[in-house]
Structures are given as C-alpha cells and as structure tokens.
C-alpha cells in the first residue's frame, strides 16, 4: 500500500489528500496516515508553502492570503523514494 501511495504521489502534478484517498480506495485519515509513515520512512518530504503578504499592495480584497488562506502544503519524492520507484 505504501509503494502503490508513493507511486499515486508521483503522478500527481498538485498534491491533494481527497484525491489520494479517491485513488487509493481508502478513508483521508488512512491516506494521512500513510503520508505520514512516507515521510518517517524518508521517501517524501513535505514544504509549508506560504505566501507573505505585506499588506502594502491595495488590491487585495479577493485576495486568499490576505483573507488568512490555509497555507499550501507541497510534496516532493526524495531521492530514496525516486529509488523505491526505479525513477
């Protein structure tokens, strides 16, 4: 299940966690629980990305980051995972 979840991540070009438990025919607290043993076992990491915002441009009023959005959380395959996955 682990390497069929490293080889779903791969293919993904935006990583959602919905769309990993779609494809793997599992509940989203399974799929974060193996996203989570991915990233113990060293074969992905996981980047918070967040956007600052200096307050300083008066255009922002449809702006997400100005609105408090939820920061973006980015996976990327270590080089031991593209290993796992003969990449």
Known sequence: ???????????MQVYSLSQLANELKIDRSM???????LKVMGYINEEVLSAACNGECKQC???????????????????????????
Do not use: D, F
């Open 31 to 37: 799929a974060s629980h193996i996203i989570e043993q």
């Open 61 to 87: 009023s449809g702006c997400p980051v100005a609105n408090g959005a939820t920061p973006i959380k980015a996976l990327t395959i270590t080089a031991k995972g593209r290993q796992a996955l003969n990449l």
């Open 1 to 11: 299940m682990l390497l069929e979840a490293l080889k779903q991540i791969s293919k």
